[in-house]
């Protein structure tokens, strides 16, 4: 079956039935929110509140009455306050005993208490069946409609049936429910929303580091060697040249980087002859943040893009070009068109153009509107096939631009090599040690391995 279809599914609407009316307690924003997405998939909503009086602000064909009124016209409750009010609750243990109770809530800290909110809820009330969901979901999404870019809604719970309930509600408003389990894993959940792009860390981070490292590189090779040795003031470096430098060397290095964890997870297989055995964990969030190096790598690409458009206008490289012209005229010299250089130029281009064409392609892969309609074979391929092939030509497109510079002392500066060529180590490095893999006499038991055979079942847990 279809990847898609799964999840299409998942998110259609069990019109059939009649909707059974559902309580919210709390008119806060997301309460408020909520019990308006809710009457508009069709659900009879019932607001709980310590005033009963009705508010413009309340959505239309909602009724609002007490707490104790509201609990009884409904078999799901849904806690839309904090955990600090939860107190008013425990009088009402009798009427809410059997029910279902959804807490919503969020805290303003990590791990803020010793329990999850959700467990603190079930303390207080014993008798009723405590489901935790929605945390993720926020309240302008569910009045704005742009639910797209969090239409995932983790779910937990230890009775299978209300957990089951508010799924079907999930489903209804046109969200997709992920069972994370038992109400053990409502901790985690609270916490998922406070974290400040977890994936992001340490691709931002690296990125960081190797900015600095790069920058205050070509800062010493291109500004401060002319300075010093030819009394050149070519500061002005800092604003263009220099960055158009760093923004293709950290491409490259980065989308090396993604690449890199798959070819050292293979060497561990292989070393070890099982895959039923955990990787280190460094190397388990290396391959969890590899979408995240490639953006990162693919908007370095884009901006070293925008520089090199940006040449031709700039004030050094028209005096530049203008002064070899009238050099020229006054010697009464032409300049015979080489075409050794005219090849290498145009290479240079043309590999620079592909690489980053197929750059494009993985980065807008990866993106969930598009991944989720392509099959798991699909994805492979572009990820990996042609994310390798874009490894390549973004590798050659470097070594077409060194050219014999490699080897030309003039390259050197203070025995610094360019910096171009520190980019080209660890793409290299992949791309040898991929290349050793695919040869038949490693790749079939890498294969086997992956395939579930073990050579070494001591690994295997």
């Known amino acids: 079956m279809n990847k898609n279809s799964s999840n299409k599914m998942a998110m259609a609407p069990n019109t059939s039935k009649k909707r059974e009316t559902v309580c ?3 008119t806060g924003d997301f309460g408020r929110a909520l019990g308006h997405k809710m009457i508009q998939s069709g659900y009879p909503v019932v607001f709980g509140s310590r005033s009963t009086q009705t508010s413009s602000l309340i959505p239309k064909h909602a009724e609002v009455l007490s707490h104790a009124e509201a609990a009884q016209k409904a078999a799901i409750i849904i806690i839309a306050i904090q955990r600090q009010h939860y107190n008013f609750l425990m009088p009402l243990a009798e009427i809410l005993h059997g029910k279902v109770l959804v807490d919503v809530s969020n805290n303003s800290k990590i791990n803020e208490y010793p329990e999850s909110n959700a467990e603190y809820l079930a ?23 742009t639910l797209d870019a969090n239409r995932q809604v983790f779910v937990c719970g230890d009775d299978t049936e209300a957990k089951q309930m508010v799924m079907d509600i999930v489903r209804a408003l046109g969200l997709t429910p992920l069972d994370q389990g038992s109400l053990l894993a409502a901790q985690e959940i609270e916490n998922y929303p ?23 590189y070509c800062l010493i090779r291109d500004v401060i060697y002319p300075y010093v040795y030819e009394k050149k003031d070519v500061s002005f470096f800092i604003a263009i040249s220099i960055p158009n430098r760093i923004c293709p060397i950290l491409a490259l290095i980065l989308l090396a980087l993604v690449y890199l964890p798959g070819v050292l997870a293979a060497i561990i297989q292989l070393y070890r002859g099982t895959k039923y055995h955990r990787f280190p964990d460094w190397l388990d969030k290396w391959m969890l943040c590899r979408k995240q190096l490639g953006l990162v790598a693919l908007a370095f690409a884009s901006l070293h893009v925008l520089y090199t458009l940006v040449i031709p206008i700039r004030s050094f490289v028209r005096w530049r070009i203008s002064s070899r012209t ?12 080489n075409t050794t250089n005219a090849w290498l130029s145009d290479s240079y281009l043309a590999l620079g153009i592909l690489g980053f064409f197929l750059f494009v392609l993985l980065g807008i892969t990866s993106l969930p509107s598009v ?17 390798y092939l874009t490894l390549v030509l973004c590798t050659a497109h470097t070594l077409v ?8 002392p003039s390259s050197y500066r203070w025995y610094l090599p360019n910096a171009y060529m520190l980019s080209l180590i660890v793409p290299c490095i992949v791309l040898v040690v991929k290349f050793v893999l695919i040869f038949p006499c490693l790749d079939k038991p890498l294969t086997r391995i992956r395939q579930g055979w073990e050579r070494n079942p001591q690994y295997s847990e």
Do not use: C, D, H
């Not at 406070?194 to 205050?216: A, D």
């Not at 009238?326 to 068109?337: D, F, G, M, V």
């Not at 631009?401 to 030309?408: A, E, K, Q």
């Open 24 to 26: 919210i307690f709390g």
């Open 123 to 145: 303390q207080l009330v014993p008798g009723a069946k405590v489901v935790k969901a929605f945390n993720t979901v926020s309240a302008w999404a569910l009045q704005s409609g």
């Open 194 to 216: 406070l974290q400040l792009f977890p994936m992001w860390k340490f691709p931002i981070l690296l990125s960081l580091g190797l900015i600095t490292f790069f920058f205050f």
């Open 326 to 337: 009238i050099s020229l005229a006054l010697n009464n010299q032409t300049e015979p068109l």
């Open 371 to 387: 991944s989720n309609n392509v099959n798991w074979r699909e994805f492979k391929f572009v990820q990996s096939k042609l994310g």
């Open 401 to 408: 631009y060194g050219g014999n510079r490699f080897l030309s």
